[in-house]
């Protein structure tokens, strides 16, 4: 199986800084894309940052310019280092690994979640 740590998180002023990190382990052949989503009360889970095996990255225009998504294929770990933080960014925050699994004599590529995190950014 395959097993997706957050960490990071927390709570912090309007303007300032967080940084989450998620590590997959597990029976792992290759990662492609990982990516953060989030949640916030009463609203739909939404993507804020997808980051390929190679390095190509994509943000939801609502983040762009103030929070990197980058990674460490050695340690198949993703970051999410968010600035400017805005009381509108509170929420819990998943990430998302597509995993490729050797299994069964083939193999598998399946979406793994991890267990999310709570970012609160008071105004």
């Known amino acids: 199986q395959v097993q997706l740590v957050e960490s990071g998180g927390g709570l912090v002023q309007a303007g300032g800084s967080l940084g989450l990190s998620c590590a997959a382990s597990?029976?792992?052949?290759?990662?492609?894309?990982m990516s953060w989503y989030r949640q916030a009360p009463g609203k739909q889970r939404e993507l804020v940052a997808a980051?390929?095996?190679?390095?190509?990255?994509n943000y939801a225009d609502s983040v762009k310019g103030r929070f990197t998504i980058s990674r460490d294929n050695d340690k198949n770990t993703v970051y999410l280092q968010m600035n400017s933080l805005k009381p509108e960014d509170t929420a819990v925050y998943y990430c998302?690994?597509?995993?490729?699994?050797?299994?069964?004599?083939?193999?598998?590529?399946?979406?793994?979640w991890g267990q999310g995190t709570q970012v609160t950014v008071s105004s």
């Open positions: 597990g029976s792992i052949f290759n990662i492609n894309a």
């Open positions: 980051v390929t095996s190679g390095g190509s990255s």
């Open positions: 998302n690994a597509a995993v490729t699994r050797y299994t069964r004599g083939g193999y598998y590529t399946n979406d793994y």
